[in-house]
């Protein structure tokens, strides 16, 4: 059951936290300090932990007077986090992933995933019957969520990547058939993040049709260059903002469980 606010603020510990590489523009930070104000949780702080490797994470945990109730977790650390975890919950262990940590009473850290959770609430309501493959631009800790995802609503998929391998296409290979099949194409890169927003994933723009769906889990711009050759094109497109607020709203679902 969550927690009402007058029982949070019963509750000793109020430290959050994001961990993550080069994350000064993050969401998650202004999210919750703006949610904390909302809620009249004065003594509550969210802080963003930048660290240049995954190894520096036991130095935050432990080397804080405060205690912690839960951390976000962010690129490129999705997956590499999980060995410093005492216990992973069984989607997050599925999909090799991990985006929110909950530090228990007795100080045991539990790996969830959310990014299910906000993409499938996202997405699910823009699929119409011909969207049943997509293709998956990237191949790092957030991608294998969204896979996760479209297993669970039958949306057969193809990862693409820079790097060629049996489970993946490569872009120079993406031609009008491909795209004629797969109609369904969602960014899980973070080509076209402010401030690069010139850029887009390399595919075959010209042949994107009003059949398509184009998802970027880019929130910063609203409309990266991705978006804008879809919407240019008559397809659906949508950004990441909404897909990040359901995450967080679930992860604080998690932290006060």
Known sequence: MVQTAKNILMDSRFKFGLIGKNISYSFSKKYFTDKFQKLGLNTYKYNNY?????????????QQEEKFQGFSVT???????????????EDAQKIGAVNTIKITDDNRLIGYNTDVYGFEKSIEPLLQKHHNKALILGTGGVSKAIAYVL???????????????EN???Y???DQNILNEYTVIINCTPVGTY????????IPYEFITDKHLLFDLIYNPSETKFLQEGRKRGAIIK???????????KSWEIWNS
């Open 50 to 62: 930048d660290i240049p490797e995954i190894e520096e994470f036991p130095f935050i945990i432990y």
């Open 75 to 89: 690129i490129p650390y999705k997956q590499s986090i999980i060995k410093y975890l005492d216990e992973v919950e």
């Open 151 to 165: 297993e669970k609503l039958k949306i057969n998929f193809k990862f693409v990547s820079r790097n060629i391998s």
């Open 168 to 170: 993946s296409l490569g």
């Open 172 to 174: 120079p290979i993406l």
């Open 195 to 202: 401030p690069d927003i010139d850029n887009s994933p390399n």
């Open 239 to 249: 950004n990441g903002h909404e897909m990040l607020e359901l995450q967080a709203e």
